[in-house]
């Protein structure tokens, strides 16, 4: 579940050619898995051709290309310019040429010549926009429809930020080796690499010690140990309570939502706290969620205190932004306290209701023992950093920013969304689909992040199973429908989520 940047399997490589291994039988082994991948993946494949960048991701071409050529099949190296003498890609060449191999100029390249096209221009490390004749190439092979296997990443995906440097290959398979790079993951990179099939070319996991990673893939291995189980002898309190604050009378869905998916995450028991002209709108939608009104903010620091409240939502349709903004720094000020609230998160309306004022919410938090989670998307991301944060970052290096910036869990949501805490570890998600881009989606990851945080876990790992939950269900959904989900069908399908997260953790114990 690691993934390395570029820089970081750079040193991987570096650390495991200083333990004894040599680097051209690294390259070795990276063009065998790819070989060895394109055969299984396209056995009937007879006309091969091999797009050779300069470098090591060309010599992993050049590799195998001779192991297509060993195996009687018609291959053929193009290239723009040749490896510089001395290195491992030159060997590369010249073992591929002293077995007869044919290198050709890019300009004779025709994709529709061919059968399969392995794309070993640049990997994981450009830093520079694709222009000239590589960038021809890459076009024409676009337009092709031809089956294509990239090298490590897609030639033009930055292996960083998964940016797309100028054009980009669009492969419909991907090898890497050793671990996934943040490219694979962050679109629009992901986008252009297909399936992505992970090799082991003999890096032994002990470097990631020496390296000290601290951006992974979110899956379940992630947060699996501390998901909330319950015990026998659990009640509702010890199962943990969650406030849900409401809008008004007509802004009542959003909360109710959040409320749901907080109650089927495992939360003991949910209150609604809304305004009295909206209690009666809950009362006639709600059963098992408890209501209270909401009144002046100490009767609310009052109730959670009272009533063992652990984790709350503030912010979905709440509306009154003078009001979120008190109510938010009144809890988190009050929070130093073994009594008071524990975890709270904040979405939509708490995050815009501090646009002009972020660093009011950023020195509470940090003066605060309560965990703050934000949630906002692109836009509400935007509003709340604007230009504290680096606008050329890629996605991951923003999120943890903000999270080093506002003291906050950060949950810069997106078909690529990115979970950062504080002290720099990160997650990238990678489950979800296009079935989530519905009204209310948001909501129901507050509620899921909340009912998590209040049975105990915690909050960067409650947040990374809340993203991996909730893009689960869109997954659950499309096993019997292509399209048609809408956010109030998430809460239910969290059940189906549980029943798979408890066969994974009977299966790992």
């Known amino acids: 579940m690691e993934l390395l940047t570029p820089d970081e399997m750079g040193q991987a490589d570096r650390i495991t050619i200083a333990g004894g291994i040599d680097s051209y039988d690294l390259m070795q082994s990276a063009g065998q898995a790819v070989y060895k991948e394109c055969m299984r993946l396209w056995p009937e494949a007879l006309r091969i051709a091999v797009l050779c960048g300069h470098g090591n991701n060309g010599g992993d071409g050049y590799v195998v290309a001779r192991l297509y050529r060993q195996s009687g099949r018609q291959t053929y190296c193009f290239f723009d310019l040749p490896p510089h003498d001395y290195t491992d890609a030159r060997q590369a060449l010249d073992d591929y040429r002293a077995e007869g191999g044919d290198t050709l100029p890019l300009s004779k390249f025709d994709p529709l010549e061919f059968d399969l096209i392995i794309d070993a221009f640049y990997g994981a490390g450009l830093a520079r926009d694709i222009t000239g004749a590589i960038a021809d190439c890459i076009d024409a092979l676009n337009q092709s429809g031809k089956s294509v296997c990239a090298i490590d990443l897609p030639s033009g995906v930055s292996g960083l930020t998964g940016q797309v440097m100028g054009i980009a290959v669009q492969a419909e398979h991907t090898v890497t080796f050793f671990r996934k790079k943040p490219g694979h993951l962050l679109q629009p990179g992901r986008a252009f690499c297909g399936d992505v099939h992970v090799c082991d070319i003999g890096i032994e996991p002990s470097v990631l010690r020496t390296i000290s990673v601290c951006l992974y893939e979110n899956r379940p291995e992630l947060w699996r140990d501390v998901l909330p ?78 009533r063992k409240v652990k984790a709350a939502v503030l912010g979905p349709a709440f509306g009154d932004l003078p009001r979120a903004r008190e109510l938010i720094c009144a809890l988190l000020a009050d929070a130093n306290d073994e009594a008071a609230l524990k975890y709270l998160v904040i979405d939509a309306d708490g995050i815009t209701a501090f646009k002009d004022q972020s660093q009011m919410l950023f020195s509470a938090a940090e003066q605060s023992d309560c965990a703050v989670v934000l949630t906002p998307h692109e836009g509400e991301f935007q509003r709340l950093f604007g230009e504290q944060v680096d606008g050329a970052a890629g996605k991951v290096e923003k999120a943890r920013q903000a999270a080093k910036l506002s003291h906050c869990i950060v949950i810069n949501k997106g078909p690529d969304t990115v979970i950062a805490a504080p002290d720099g570890r990160a997650a990238i998600n990678s489950n979800g689909t296009a079935l989530l881009a519905t009204a209310g989606s948001g909501d129901v990851l507050t509620g899921i992040i909340a009912g998590l945080c209040a049975q105990g876990m915690p909050a960067f790992e409650a947040s990374c199973a809340a993203a991996w939950i909730h893009a689960e269900t869109a997954n659950c959904f499309a096993e019997t429908a292509p399209v048609g989900m809408i956010a109030e069908d998430m809460p239910e399908l969290i059940l189906k989520v549980w029943a798979k997260l408890e066969q994974d953790r009977l299966l790992h114990n």
Do not use: C, W, Y
């Not at 869905?253 to 089927?264: H, M, T």
């Not at 009362?283 to 209270?292: D, K």
């Not at 909401?294 to 620091?301: N, P, W």
């Open 229 to 306: 189980v319950t015990q026998t002898n659990a009640h509702k309190f010890t199962r943990g309570h969650v406030a849900v604050f409401s809008g008004g009378m007509l802004s009542t869905g959003a909360a109710r939502l959040s409320a749901a998916a907080a109650a089927r995450s495992g939360a003991g028991l949910v209150t609604m706290i809304a305004p009295h002209d909206a209690l009666s709108v809950h009362a006639a939608h709600l059963t098992g969620t408890m209501l209270h009104a909401l009144g002046e903010t100490a009767d609310i620091l009052r109730f959670i205190r009272v």
